[in-house]
């Protein structure tokens, strides 16, 4: 957002009021700039505090609730699931590296580090497949079982009330 924002203070019309080189920052590129970058940062901050207060389960749910192809949603849960898988394997690996002394130098770090990513990608690899016969052994059909829906309740309507609110907040500070 950064990146693609910064043009924006340049191609802007209005006054200049800083430059650099042939280029003019200007004023309402300015304030068009602070504005997207307000934006963001709230948005980012919202994601955060959703992602930090819902599980994960939850998170697919809704998403599922949204109409967003189960392939995709199925797709996460599994990425979700076998991350942690390959961050184990991944720390196996340098645990082992390290108790054999491993990367000494800088090159022998870089043939280190290549030779712990070529192997974990083996390993999960294999790891995948693995669990794929593991999934299709206990009848997996292609689509994952979906949870029941949680009730509304009032602690989840308190809560959806307070980001409206707080979204409402940030609007209304914007354009003021």
């Known amino acids: 957002v950064l990146l693609m924002s910064v043009g924006i203070m340049v191609l802007a019309p209005g006054d200049p009021v800083a430059r650099l080189?042939?280029?003019a920052?200007?004023?309402a590129g300015v304030l068009r700039f602070g504005s997207i970058l307000g934006r963001a940062a709230a948005a980012l901050g919202i994601m955060v505090v959703l992602v930090s207060t819902t599980r994960f389960t939850e998170l697919l749910q809704a998403l599922r609730e949204?109409?967003?192809p189960?392939?995709?949603t199925d797709s996460l849960g599994l990425a979700y699931r076998y991350l942690y898988l390959?961050?184990?394997e991944?720390?196996?690996l340098?645990?082992?590296a390290r108790s054999r002394n491993a990367a000494t130098s800088a090159a022998a770090r870089r043939r280190f580090l290549t030779g712990i990513t070529a192997a974990a990608l083996a390993r999960s690899y294999a790891r995948s497949e693995r669990c794929h016969q593991a999934m299709l052994a206990r009848g997996f059909d292609g689509a994952l079982p979906s949870l029941a829906p949680r009730p509304l309740d009032r602690r989840s309507l308190a809560v959806l009330a307070g980001t409206v609110a707080g979204v409402a907040g940030l609007v209304l500070s914007a354009w003021l």
Do not use: F, Y
Request: charged share 35%; no cysteine.
């Open 70 to 72: 189960a392939v995709v």
């Open 90 to 92: 991944v720390e196996r």
């Open 66 to 68: 949204l109409r967003l």
């Open 94 to 96: 340098r645990r082992a």
């Open 25 to 27: 920052a200007t004023d």
């Open 21 to 23: 080189g042939p280029l």
């Open 86 to 88: 390959l961050n184990d």
